[in-house]
């Protein structure tokens, strides 16, 4: 979960360098504050992000300063607290019920990283108004039809699950790796591979949407090039 979360980072490194920027002041909305959005959390602050709000189930928290991520940590992986907790023990910090209202909290980069369907059409309208210019998905489907439609007829780039939410199987093939050849890698060079990993699946991506006519459209990138690596797979195995 904290390469899925660190690889979800490293993806929307690189739409935000397609659009010439960087995450330095960046206003991010992470939804969610499990294993995935937490370490998105960690790695985009470390990058120099403004991690403004993050939820559960029952609410979201806006912290206008940033969000404490070794606060968030304790409470939620070691003292399994709600939420609202975190509001409770850090002064100006507000909380709100009802997780949905987290995409109307202006950002400039939105991580959903919840559950499936969480961010629907009006949502991904007030994340539009609000001024957001990447979306990029940390969980399994948690963006609606309608609101990838949104995005794209906005022009706001649009990170799908099966490219950006790869950072956790990648690194199982690197744990696999290591296993098979009795190797050890520290962490860096696990993080430095899933690095590497990610950034081939956005090139991979932008190429297959330049190849099929739509330049930066990562939905039809992902597919077309899932697609075509299915299809190879299966001539080689004389399955075509």
């Excluded at 370490?39 to 985009?44: L, N």
């Excluded at 919840?114 to 489907?141: P, R, W």
């Excluded at 093939?173 to 860096?188: G, H, I, K, P, V």
């Amino acid at each position: 979960k904290q390469a899925t979360g660190y690889g979800l980072v490293y993806f929307a490194t690189r739409m935000l360098g397609a659009k010439r920027m960087e995450w330095r002041g960046m206003r991010t909305v992470i939804s969610g504050s499990g294993n995935v959005a937490i370490y998105a959390a960690e790695k985009a602050s470390r990058l120099g992000a403004r991690v403004v709000a993050m939820s559960d189930s029952g609410g979201y928290v806006y912290d206008e300063g940033g969000i404490d991520v070794p606060l968030m940590r304790t409470l939620k992986e070691e003292r399994r607290e709600r939420i609202s907790a975190y509001a409770a023990e850090k002064q100006g910090v507000e909380y709100h019920e009802g997780s949905k209202g987290i995409w109307r909290v202006p950002c400039d980069v939105a991580l959903p990283c919840a559950t499936q369907n969480e961010l629907d059409g009006d949502s991904a309208k007030a994340l539009i108004a609000g001024g957001c210019k990447i979306v990029a998905e940390g969980a399994n489907m948690p963006c609606t039809p309608e609101a990838i439609e949104a995005f794209s007829s906005a022009g706001v780039p649009f990170g799908p699950g099966k490219a950006a939410n790869a950072g956790g199987v990648a690194t199982s093939l690197l744990e696999m790796a290591q296993n098979s050849q009795r190797l050890y890698w520290t962490f860096d060079e696990v993080d430095n591979r899933l690095h590497s990993i990610m950034n081939s699946i956005y090139e991979i991506c932008t190429q297959a949407a330049e190849d099929f006519g739509e330049p930066q459209n990562l939905v039809l990138g992902a597919n077309a090039a899932g697609f075509i690596r299915v299809a190879r797979a299966m001539l080689a195995q004389g399955v075509l």
